[in-house]
């Protein structure tokens, strides 16, 4: 960090210590794993749920400070529920910023609904929930599978391969997906689960060879992404015209430890990549570059924690308060401002409203947006409305629907 870099920190630090005692203090639990097989994506998440805390203790006009409460359950679904029940109960936290999978988030919420707290999720998730004690951020399958399949279908094949990390997300999406698939005429070649952490894949990548499909849908996690993507280059040799790798869920984490060779050629759908060209991406970006440098690559992890905080933030602001009632009141009554653009949530269902994006990763382990949204999309958790539309990937002479399995 510059000199002026130093500066502007220790002014920062001097204005947050001026009004300290003066401002209530709020205790907040985050609550990522920083260790384990999805480590990575937990360490940029608290990265980023310190970004938003340190701007708002350093920023006057708020009439609170928020005090973190730090924990890592280090990838144990089992310590989830134990560490958030302990920051509710033992340090007063009433409101829980974290989980990345929805295994814990699962395990997370009998222990927020018990005592009245709220949790804020923030990472894509497959649907088929929406808890009063929840406010989800993060995209559901009407806000980034249904895009990303209305694009590959008719542009690769009907013919997938799909590889899931063993538990809720993997089953979920690959269950979708291949409703989606058989609903226009196609055929899911295959469908194959790793354990969560596993960097076992080269039976999966044996069995792509074998069976040629027309893309692979990946909806595995941290590690286990990684190395099947490391393990797929070898495969393709480099050829650009092979079957796409194309996910809901991979970001510029799961590309960081590859060559360039593996990390360009694969699709993702998300409300935020990187390169989001938009005036709150750029203002954001201006703002982590004076804390963090110039070179620091944003991540969606970091994003999705630092809006929780500060979507937050605004609220308790307005509220006067950190009751979760009244919380939920103001979160779901106006817009926010984000990283991502003005962010409604809705009342009914405690979803964002997100806008997808279409993204293909280069060799610098970036993603290039090349499809958005014209505006957000209502979230829509139990496909109820979503499931009702013609797919644009049909060539049916008659309207082509998805049926509702469960």
Known sequence: MGNADERETARAASAAGAVAM???????????????????????????????????????GFSFRIEPKIDDPAGRAERYALLSEAAIRQHGCRHVIGTITSWSRKDVL???????????????????????SAIYLGACPNQHLLPLFDHVLPHYGRRPFIVGSNYIWGWEISRIAREITETVGGQVVSERFVPLGSVEVDHLIAEIAQKKPDFILSNLVGESATAFLAAYDVLRGGDPSAPPVVACNLCEIELGGLTPSASAGHISASPYFNRLDTVENRDFKARM?????????????FVAAYMSVSILAQAMQDAATDAPDAIRRVVTSRLFDTPL???????????????????????????????????????????????????????ATTDTMLKVIK
């Open 22 to 60: 003066k401002r209530e203090t709020v205790p907040v639990s985050i609550l990522y794993s920083t260790t384990g097989a999805y480590a990575d994506v937990g360490r940029q998440a608290v990265a980023g749920a310190f970004a938003a805390i340190s701007e708002i203790n350093a920023d006057a």
């Open 110 to 132: 009998p222990a927020i609904e018990r005592h009245g707290a709220l949790l804020w999720y923030a990472f894509p998730y497959e649907g088929y929930e929406a808890s009063d």
């Open 289 to 301: 570059a004076l804390r963090h440098g110039s070179d620091h690559r944003l991540t969606t992890p």
């Open 341 to 395: 653009g003005p962010i409604a949530i809705n009342p009914r269902t405690h979803h964002a409203a997100l806008r997808p994006h279409l993204a293909i990763s280069n060799a610098d382990g970036e993603f290039e947006i090349f499809h958005s949204a014209a505006n957000p999309v209502e979230a829509d958790p139990y496909l109820v409305h979503s499931l009702s539309q013609p797919l644009a990937a049909s060539d």
